[in-house]
């Protein structure tokens, strides 16, 4: 009887993603590393991540998440206007609209912003993860178990 995915569970697994209409924006496969998740700790999709569960090494499966089940419809308000001044002079040159960097808010917390406009006094940047508002497809597969579960599991026999 095979092992099989629960909460909890620390895989490495791959996965490809891609939209609806096929193109692909990412894949495990392509950097030839698979990526290590706790099953239940949010590293992941949510909605992908209640998809792995059940599933066994060598499984695959195919999954489709709506936005909503991704990362969210388009918050139209979450822009953010940063002064100028906030930011070296050379790399205000090198910024073009739709360019996503990363920023730090006010509480230390990193997120993406994408250049909407640049004016005289500020950038605009849309605080919206470049994913939202997006259906994703993704085809997963379970390749292994890694071994602290398996540590884990029996450290209490002495």
Request: hydrophobic content about 35%; glycine content about 10%; aromatic content about 6%.
């Amino acid at each position: 009887m095979s092992k099989l995915v629960a909460e909890g569970s620390v895989i490495k697994m791959h996965y490809k993603g891609t939209f609806p209409d096929g193109e692909q924006f990412d894949s495990s496969y392509e950097r030839k590393a698979p990526i290590t998740v706790t099953v239940g700790e949010g590293q992941i999709l949510p909605g992908l991540e209640t998809e792995l569960v059940g599933m066994a090494v060598g499984e695959t499966k195919h999954v489709s998440l709506t936005s909503a089940n991704a990362y969210g419809e388009r918050n139209p308000n979450a822009y953010a206007a940063v002064p100028k001044g906030n930011f070296p002079e050379e790399f205000i040159e090198q910024l073009e609209q739709g360019s996503t960097i990363p920023l730090t808010n006010s509480e230390g917390m990193q997120m993406l912003g994408t250049v909407e406009t640049i004016n005289d006094e500020s950038v605009i940047f849309d605080m919206n993860h470049p994913m939202a508002g997006k259906d994703l497809e993704f085809d997963v597969e379970v390749v292994e178990f890694t071994s602290t579960e398996d540590e884990g599991a029996t450290s209490d026999v002495e």
